[in-house]
């Protein structure tokens, strides 16, 4: 397998294109029963979308994330990445978790780097990339701190800047804002859509929350319960940037409570 050179210059994003096609995915229990995770799943995402996909806990949302990201074999289907396997453009992906996993022992600036050392990119080439992305989440002035000197809405924004700063054309987010307080999740949701619109990746995004996946999404997956399946499917219609104020425009109430429905039409949600 090549190399990549060291003395190229940083690369600029561009999304990629995702497709799967009737995949499912089993797991065996430790007493040898089988789960049934996810069902004959079969999506199509274009390159420089924003797709998030909202469901119940244990539905296989997750488990989705992790077979495009080839992190777990699907048991059926295909998964293709800019139509190769998924395990062949893995340089194209990267992943942000709930936990921001930062390295305790390496400054702010350093774990932003850290994909580029383990990539073998010149280092100084991407440092000005890294500490362009601090600046857009006022982290610049943190640069030489460590973790622990963090806030956990400072630490996750370190992590997406870790993650953008090898230009993903494919960024993949396992509820990422999870563990956050509301103001610092609302926040974050703004900085990760500025980033968003500059670099037009490809971004899978997973979250409970029906309001963030339509602020955030040109398209919102509703997963069943497991075995998780595609429910339905919602194009939201509203322009970007979007901010505060797109929360009381009429399509924006008018998707949230259209997806609140299908929920409580699935027995997932249901009414006093």
Same mark, same amino acid.
């Given at each position: 397998?090549?190399?990549?050179?060291?003395?190229?210059?940083?690369?600029?994003?561009?999304?990629?294109?995702?497709?799967?096609?009737?995949?499912? =995915?089993?797991?065996? $229990?430790?007493?040898?029963?089988?789960?049934?995770?996810?069902?004959?799943?079969?999506?199509?995402?274009?390159?420089?979308?924003?797709?998030?996909?909202?469901?119940?806990?244990?539905?296989? =949302?997750? $488990?989705?994330?992790?077979?495009?990201?080839?992190?777990?074999?699907?048991?059926?289907? $295909?998964?293709?990445?800019?139509?190769?396997?998924?395990?062949?453009?893995?340089?194209?992906?990267?992943?942000?978790?709930?936990?921001?996993?930062?390295?305790?022992?390496?400054?702010?600036?350093?774990?932003?780097?850290?994909?580029?050392?383990?990539?073998?990119?010149?280092?100084?080439?991407?440092?000005?990339?890294?500490?362009?992305?601090?600046?857009?989440?006022?982290? =610049?002035?943190?640069?030489?701190?460590?973790?622990?000197?963090?806030?956990?809405?400072?630490?996750?924004?370190?992590?997406?800047?870790?993650?953008?700063?090898?230009?993903?054309?494919?960024?993949?987010?396992?509820?990422?804002?999870?563990?956050?307080?509301?103001?610092?999740r609302e926040q974050m949701n703004f900085d990760l859509q500025r980033?968003?619109?500059?670099?037009?990746?490809?971004?899978?995004?997973? $979250?409970?929350?029906?309001?963030?996946?339509?602020?955030?999404?040109?398209?919102?997956?509703?997963?069943?319960?497991?075995?998780?399946?595609?429910?339905?499917?919602?194009?939201?219609?509203?322009?970007?940037?979007?901010?505060?104020?797109?929360?009381?425009?009429?399509?924006?109430?008018?998707?949230?409570?259209?997806?609140?429905?299908?929920?409580?039409?699935?027995?997932?949600?249901?009414?006093?």
């Amino acid at each position: 397998m090549a190399m990549p050179d060291p003395h190229q210059d940083v690369r600029s994003s561009s999304g990629v294109t995702i497709s799967v096609r009737g995949v499912s =995915k089993d797991y065996a $229990t430790a007493n040898g029963e089988t789960v049934h995770a996810l069902d004959a799943v079969d999506l199509d995402i274009a390159a420089g979308e924003f797709v998030s996909v909202v469901g119940p806990s244990g539905c296989g =949302k997750s $488990t989705l994330l992790m077979l495009i990201a080839n992190l777990v074999p699907a048991s059926n289907g $295909t998964i293709l990445v800019d139509g190769k396997a998924s395990k062949q453009a893995l340089d194209r992906a990267a992943i942000v978790f709930q936990r921001d996993v930062l390295l305790e022992w390496r400054s702010v600036l350093d774990n932003v780097l850290l994909p580029i050392e383990i990539k073998h990119l010149d280092r100084a080439v991407y440092r000005q990339k890294a500490l362009e992305l601090l600046d857009l989440v006022g982290l =610049k002035a943190f640069a030489d701190r460590f973790p622990r000197e963090l806030s956990g809405g400072m630490r996750q924004r370190a992590s997406i800047c870790r993650a953008l700063v090898q230009a993903p054309g494919l960024l993949l987010m396992d509820e990422p804002f999870g563990a956050l307080d509301a103001l610092t999740r609302e926040q974050m949701n703004f900085d990760l859509q500025r980033m968003w619109m500059r670099d037009q990746n490809t971004v899978l995004f997973i $979250t409970h929350s029906i309001e963030e996946a339509v602020l955030l999404s040109d398209r919102v997956i509703v997963m069943s319960d497991r075995p998780g399946r595609i429910a339905e499917i919602y194009d939201i219609g509203l322009a970007r940037p979007r901010g505060a104020q797109s929360r009381s425009d009429p399509r924006f109430l008018q998707a949230v409570e259209g997806i609140r429905r299908n929920f409580m039409a699935l027995g997932i949600l249901s009414e006093v």
